[in-house]
């Protein structure tokens, strides 16, 4: 039984009590209307007050009881707030919370760090607010429609994985992973997930650098290079094609690796 059922009861027993002093009272005035003996009286006023100490006791005691059991609860309460708050700033993830219409009620230090802004700042603004400049993985605007927090509280679905550009007010970009699902029970609001992963992007970016630098190596390069496997020809530079003397990449291919082997007469 919750606390506001016993003390809802507690509260009936007290007024239970009382109205038997008021009915005895009325009792006892009707004994002296009739002019009953006081003896009476006395008998059935020490018999209330005897029912009525009795039921006092019992409801001071059940008070008492539920004082402590809700001191318990409200330190039990306390100390999960406590943990709470630790965890939910101390892990290694942005984490923003909003209600039901997008406004941002809470958000942690990981978040700051990552965005770039203060909790002040950050409680101002709502999830698809025009101050967030956020970009694609291919550099172009990302419009608020495609926020996977905001697409979230949209289509009442969890949006996973979503990869995002924030741009810092010194133009410096982070970017994050963001995952974003709606809180429960409905309308209840949305809680929006992020990590970093700028150190990833940027080791895929240098990798895509040097793929390239490394192909306008090969295909700038005055000797022929050809790659081939099980003998037949998957790559062939012009200068490749040039020594062979065909006039594509395909027109190499319908040739078996063997049969080029022998370089063309005067090579």
Known sequence: MSLETNESLLNYQIAAACQKVTNFLDHANQLFATSQSAVGIKDEWSAASAELRSATFELVRQKDEMS???????????????????????????????????????????????????????????????????????????????????????????????????????????????????????????VVTYSDITGRKRTEDALRESEARYRTLVEMAPFGIIVHQEGEFVYANAAALRLYGANTFVELQTKRFWTWFTLPTGH
């Open 68 to 190: 402590a059991a809700r001191s318990a609860m409200e330190e039990t309460l306390r100390a999960s707030l406590v943990k709470y708050s630790m965890l939910f700033d101390s892990i290694p993830l942005g984490i923003t919370v909003s209600d039901q219409n997008g406004a941002i009620l809470e958000t942690n230090q990981e978040a700051e760090r990552l965005l770039g802004l203060s909790k002040e700042e950050h409680l101002q603004r709502s999830i698809d607010s025009p101050q967030w400049r956020i970009i694609q993985p291919d550099g172009t605007p990302m419009l608020p429609d495609e926020y996977a927090c905001v697409r979230a509280l949209q289509e009442k679905r969890r949006i996973e994985n979503v990869e995002m550009g924030i741009v810092k007010p010194d133009e410096e970009v982070t970017w994050i992973s963001v995952t974003a699902a709606p809180l429960p029970p409905e309308n209840s609001g949305l």
